[in-house]
């Protein structure tokens, strides 16, 4: 398993942004899928944006346009550009990753993001 330690969450307004990062040292992007996952208050914990160990990038619908997920593999860092803030966006946010032969996961503790309207 690989460490995850997220940074960045915070308390934004409607229509503002912020930027998630996730410190992974020692991991091997390219033979991870990396990502982001939410969960808001009383709901379930849902997929937000991927990269896969080749690069490409998956978002959730109702993030498309608005969310940027990207990974820096010199500094072991993946991060999430947020945008255009929304209430909908508020949750805890956890950094994920996954080792694409084994399948063998690991989570971050977790960030908060509030957005208020």
């Known amino acids: 398993q690989v460490q995850l330690v997220e940074s960045g969450g915070g308390l934004v307004e409607a229509g503002g942004s912020l930027r998630l990062s996730c410190a992974a040292p020692g991991i091997m992007f390219t033979i991870y899928t990396v990502g982001w996952y939410r969960q808001a208050p009383g709901k379930e914990r849902e997929l937000v944006a991927t990269?896969?160990?080749?690069?490409?990038?998956y978002y959730t619908d109702s993030v498309k346009g608005r969310f940027s997920v990207s990974r820096d593999i010199d500094k072991e860092t993946l991060y999430l550009q947020m945008d255009s803030l929304k209430s909908e966006d508020t949750g805890m946010y956890y950094c994920?990753?996954?080792?694409?032969?084994?399948?063998?996961?690991?989570w971050g503790r977790g960030t908060q993001v509030t957005v208020s309207s």
């Open positions: 990269i896969s160990g080749a690069g490409s990038k």
């Open positions: 994920w990753a996954q080792r694409i032969i084994e399948r063998t996961e690991s």
